[in-house]
């Protein structure tokens, strides 16, 4: 009996079932509706798409930027003056390197009796470097080049004489200190 009750329910009810999509908004108005009957605030949840024009213009642009800075990268100075003259190239790197070495065996011999005497060769050397990169922008402005690459190899020499004199210095204040320090009687 059971089991005819159901059939029975489900022949009257066959072919009234709705299959039509709600209207759009449906579920707001019904929250809102909701919302109201329970006497709360709904807080409006609009969906706003403006991260996505956004995000692609972002896109286009540091795709452009990286475009742009690959291709368009100038040569340094250092490969300016190699193309003008490559011996000089070559010349500037055994005398960076040899003045690095120089330099470092100056740091090294740095003591409270040197400080001011390596302070002041550092300084000195400072505005030897200032000096060769103006003759180095002379030298790309289409100075005189056989004069300027004279002037930048002296102003290496320079450097080279500069260090070894302040090392020799340096060693005799060492000896001096040496030979005191044995003379010295308590």
């Known amino acids: 009996m059971e ?3 159901r059939d ?3 022949k009257n ?3 009234s079932f709705d ?6 908004g449906h579920e707001q108005r019904f929250l809102a509706k909701l919302n109201k009957a329970q006497g709360t605030a709904s807080i409006s949840q609009k969906k706003t798409f ?3 024009p956004l995000s692609i213009a972002a896109s286009i642009v540091l795709a452009f930027g990286i475009f742009y800075g690959i291709n368009n990268t100038e040569p340094s100075v250092d490969e300016r003056v190699a193309k003008i003259s490559p011996e000089v190239s070559n010349a500037q790197f055994h005398f960076a390197s040899l003045i690095q070495e120089q330099v470092k065996a100056l740091e090294a011999e740095s003591s409270p009796e040197t400080q001011k005497i ?3 060769t550092m300084d000195q050397l400072k505005s ?3 000096d060769y990169n103006k003759l180095e922008g002379e030298l790309l402005k289409g100075g005189n080049s056989k004069l300027i690459l004279s002037a930048m190899i002296t ?10 004199d302040v090392l020799n210095q340096i060693e005799t204040i060492k000896n001096l200190k040496n030979y005191n320090d044995e003379n010295f009687t308590i």
């Open 50 to 52: 403006w991260w996505k």
């Open 13 to 15: 009810i066959t072919g």
């Open 155 to 164: 102003n290496f020499q320079t450097r080279i004489d500069l260090l070894n």
């Open 19 to 24: 299959f039509e999509e709600p209207d759009n």
């Open 3 to 5: 089991k005819d009750y």
């Open 118 to 120: 390596v302070a002041d």
């Open 8 to 10: 029975e329910f489900l």
């Open 128 to 130: 030897l470097e200032m």
